[in-house]
């Protein structure tokens, strides 16, 4: 299949996939996970081209989004494209879960577990679904077939879930998907968006989650995003957030003693991500950054800037 680059390769992709999604659905009801990552959301979009209402999305706000997500999911969605989108706050039910559990890997597992237990609940409260669209694209089979990754799309619902699947960029690449997405007229903040791990927020918080500190994460991440949007390096840079580790240290500030936590950025670039090298950022951007998140986030008294390359450190912090 030739490989879409270009606006007219994607009007045409997305005619004929209107075409099939419609002769494969009928007049059936097609079920969505719609994260507002880009996969998912390119998903949506087509199919309400295709079959309008009779999608229905569904939006897990698991209180680990970045600032501002979910509220783009349902301005997007609900309000301009006219979707059957329902908003489900299962904040509290993961943050509850989650308070106290260190283990890295358990988190991942809860944050993982809960989630399909949401959706699974969402789902049987709707009449007459008999589809599931799924964001599944080409690597998510190649990495599946060779056994790099259990395929994060398929499994893990429960089986009395009975669902016919719709994966209509199942054979797209990333770039490809991107392509397509423009052409639906998703904005550029959902078609070019950094990667962005599915336990969110949560392995950006390291050790325990708590509220307030998870908070930090949430606010210096959208300082960040930003600034890199304000000089231009949004499309250029990777991967960058920031991290808000689970100590303390002293500070002065009006004159007063804090004991407040660090604030690390980490900015990196790759074509694998089995290999990673760090951007370096100019010294007046960084200034700004210090002084923005200090006097912006509350709970953080220092800055810090992660200059480890991948190996021997990994992306994420857990
Ligand atoms: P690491 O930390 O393994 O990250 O060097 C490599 C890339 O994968 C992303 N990442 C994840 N994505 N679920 C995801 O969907 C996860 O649990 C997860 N962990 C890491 C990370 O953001 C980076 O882009």
Redesign the pocket.
């Known amino acids: 299949m030739e490989r879409i680059t270009t606006t007219q390769q994607a009007l045409s992709f997305i005619d004929d996939q209107v075409d099939r999604i419609r002769s494969q659905v009928g007049d059936g009801k097609v079920l969505l996970a719609l994260s507002g990552g880009v996969d998912s959301s390119v998903v949506a979009a087509l199919l309400i081209k295709a079959i309008g209402r009779q999608l229905v999305c569904v939006h897990v706000n698991h209180g680990l989004l970045r600032k501002g997500e979910p509220e783009q999911v349902i301005r997007v969605f609900r309000d301009e494209m006219n979707a059957n989108l329902i908003y489900v706050d299962a904040v509290d039910r993961f943050l509850d879960l989650l308070a106290g559990v260190t283990d890295p890997e358990q988190k991942?597992h809860i944050i993982g577990e809960e989630f399909i237990k949401v959706f699974a609940e969402e789902a049987k409260k709707q009449e007459g679904i008999s589809f599931l669209a799924q964001g599944t694209i080409y690597p998510d089979i190649l990495e599946s077939e060779q056994g790099i990754k259990a395929h994060?799309n398929v499994g893990g619902l429960p089986e009395e879930l009975d669902f016919e699947l719709v994966e209509p960029v199942k054979l797209l690449f990333k770039d490809e998907v991107r392509v397509v997405g423009k052409a639906l007229g998703l904005p550029d903040g959902m078609v070019y968006r950094q990667?962005?791990?599915?336990?969110g927020l949560g392995?950006r918080c390291p050790g325990a989650i708590t509220r307030d500190r998870l908070e930090a994460v949430r606010e210096s991440d959208a300082i960040l995003r930003e600034e890199f949007e304000k000089n231009g390096l949004s499309g250029k840079v990777w991967?960058y957030f920031t991290v808000v580790p689970d100590f303390k240290s002293t500070g002065v500030k009006n004159g007063k003693r804090t004991f407040d936590w660090p604030c690390i950025i980490r900015a990196i670039n790759t074509t694998d991500?089995m290999e990673?090298t760090v951007e370096h950022l100019p010294d007046e951007l960084i200034d700004h950054l210090v002084q923005r998140i200090i006097s912006e986030v509350p709970g953080i008294n220092r800055v810090l800037y992660d200059f480890t390359p991948?190996p021997p450190a990994?992306?994420?912090y857990e």
């Open positions: 991942r994060h990667p962005f791990p599915g336990p392995v991967q991500v990673v991948k990994t992306v994420e």
